[in-house]
């Protein structure tokens, strides 16, 4: 998006309605494995996703949640988050030039997000 989108003040709003959501959603992954696992058997696009038991599914569900803290609580949206992110990308060929983190990732919408969800 360019910052002439971000200058409009419904599309502020909207990023960060968009960003609790999101925030909200992560929490509750974290907190609640019923919650992970209905929304995995209903949209994960991995064969047999809608049929894995919990036997087999709360594994995965724990490590994503603790060790690999998929869903961060604050929403994971930081510049060093995507410094971290970058070889990864690279490697996959998805960014051609070095971007400049600091004008490309504005967090203030996470933490306006964050604020009103305290």
């Known amino acids: 998006m360019n910052r002439g989108w971000l200058g409009e003040k419904e599309n502020q709003r909207a990023l960060v309605d968009l960003n609790k959501a999101m925030i909200t959603s992560f929490r509750r992954a974290n907190a609640d494995y019923s919650y992970f696992a209905r929304g995995y058997r209903k949209y994960a696009t991995v064969p047999g996703a809608a049929d894995i038991s919990d036997d087999a599914l709360r594994p995965i569900w ?48 996470v933490d306006q997000a964050l604020q009103e969800l305290g």
Request: no cysteine; aromatic share 12%.
């Open 62 to 109: 724990q490590r994503l949640s603790t060790e690999i803290r998929a869903w961060p609580d604050d929403g994971g949206f930081k510049r060093e988050y995507f410094k971290q992110l970058l070889p990864v990308y690279r490697q996959a060929r998805a960014v051609k030039a070095e971007p400049d983190l600091n004008t490309a990732v504005e967090p203030g919408f």
